[in-house]
């Protein structure tokens, strides 16, 4: 149980592309879902928090203009990264946690992003 | 400021054991998750201490001392398989996921 399916696994476009990552949880209710990023060698970093029909909740120093979350439903939330730049190139990955806060995060495959 | 601090690197021997040592300094306390991560790949929820005592899951355990502020992930038999980065992460009183850097496990035949 517990699975969180995460799409594309790997795109590649121009730079001013607009590029849209879903994730879905198949088998369970998602309260809350997750979206991190990290790039080579470092640890994951929290971009936002989303709970399902609110606003995300973004960490410091990321562009909520610029990284749009919707969480539309219990088992879907998408991240669209608007006008893509080269260094927007990163691993994005999401998570997705049911039930009460002292559940686990059940993590996505990670979508790879390269912008030329 | 809220620190979780585990080694950047550790090598062990196929077959052996091998322990992973978290600490953490966090603003309250509701939970330590333990995952797995293998290069270039999403992490993978391997345990949960909210308790202080072992927890064990087949070759894996982990330990949790809220006291010290410490916890510990155990590995088993080790396989080849098990070389991956293991996180440490801790729920603060916000139930903030406050995240280690990992600890890049390298087994050798």
């Known amino acids: 149980g517990a699975v969180v399916s995460q799409h594309p696994s790997w795109v590649i476009c121009k730079s001013g592309t607009s590029v849209k990552i879903e994730c879905r949880s198949l088998?369970?209710?998602?309260?809350?879902m997750f979206w991190y990023r990290q790039f080579p060698k470092q640890s994951l970093m929290l971009m936002a928090t989303?709970?399902?029909?609110?606003?995300?909740?973004?960490e410091q120093g990321v562009e909520k203009d610029k990284f749009l979350i919707n969480h539309a439903s219990l088992t879907l939330s998408t991240l669209t990264v608007t006008s893509a730049h080269p260094e927007d190139s990163s691993f994005y990955i999401c998570?997705?946690?049911?039930?009460?806060?002292?559940?686990?995060?059940?993590f996505g495959d990670g979508t790879r992003l390269s912008i030329l | 400021g809220q620190n979780i601090d585990q080694p950047t690197e550790m090598t062990a021997t196929e077959g052996a054991i091998v322990q992973i040592n978290c600490t953490y300094q966090?603003?309250?306390?509701?939970?330590l998750f333990w995952y797995q991560q293998h290069a270039g790949e999403a992490p993978t929820f391997l345990s949960y201490?909210?308790l202080d005592g072992l927890e064990e899951k087949g070759r894996f355990s982990s330990f949790l001392s809220r006291s010290k502020g410490y916890s510990y992930l155990l590995l088993k038999e080790l396989q080849m398989k098990d070389s991956a980065s293991y996180l440490c992460?801790?729920?603060?009183?916000?139930?903030?996921?406050?995240w280690g850097a990992g600890t890049k496990l390298i087994i050798k035949p």
């Open positions: 989303s709970n399902e029909g609110s606003k995300a909740t973004y």
């Open positions: 966090t603003s309250g306390f509701n939970g």
């Open positions: 088998d369970f209710q998602a309260t809350t």
């Open positions: 992460a801790v729920k603060d009183s916000n139930y903030q996921l406050i």
């Open positions: 201490n909210v």
């Open positions: 998570s997705a946690r049911g039930g009460s806060e002292s559940q686990p995060q059940h």
